[in-house]
DNA sequence: CTCATACTTAGGCACGTACTTAACTATTCC
DNA sequence: GGAATAGTTAAGTACGTGCCTAAGTATGAG
């Protein structure tokens, strides 16, 4: 899991054209024509955006006969879920800790762990 | 929550540096200098970051003397989430119905439902 | 063999992204 | 007031992205 997949992966689904063929192969797979019918555009243009998904493994394909077939690789969905599922629960405890604090010193407020600018 | 925000919000954490700002956001406020403090690189492309963040919605700011102090903004994140949840779903489901159907008729290999190339 | 299908490659163009340095504005401290 | 601090704006550069058209290759059907 090399350190800049998530860059790949998250920069391969900012791209609604690819998001809408992420959505089609979830439901199973599909070749690159495919793939291509309901895009209005050119299949030059599908093959790019399917070799992007490729590159950060989401999707896979092999060729059989003069047709590729392409299906989904989960595992990158499910990292760049974690990732943002980790900053979710890290927010979460903030507010926690927030509750607690106020919770226990009503009228202490203490002052001294913050940032203080050490230039 | 317009078509296209799914877009800007992957795209902003399709970059390490801004994943590293989220990170240090969700642990709570943040003024500008504390952000770049350990970032390698010069505080106006730290800025560029922060407006990549803010014009996504995943970030807020508000300024306060000269101190600009930042905080996240989670609903942008839950987006993202929700949208990677909804294709694993889609997608596990897809596994159930092949489950089902190698279960339910394991010598009567139908078929008729699928891709027929209609070109 | 011949033709249509299903990609594939190559090249090019317009625009976007991630920085940089230099110069500027507002606040706060002495 | 004058200097340090915190941020901002402007302009420029290098490289990346998303498309296109045109021309190629490989396979399957007749």
Redesign the interface.
Known sequence: MP??E???I??A????TR?SM??RL???P??V??LARPLEMSLPAVMQHLQVLEACGLVRSGKSGRVRTCH?Q?EG??A??E???A??T??ER?LDRLGDYLAEEPQAPDQGLE?RSTS
């Open positions: 350190k800049y998530l860059d790949r998250f920069q689904l900012a791209d609604e998001r992420v959505e979830v439901r199973g599909a070749s024509s495919d989904i989960p969905l499910r760049a879920q990732w943002i599922a900053q979710r890290s927010w903030g940032k």
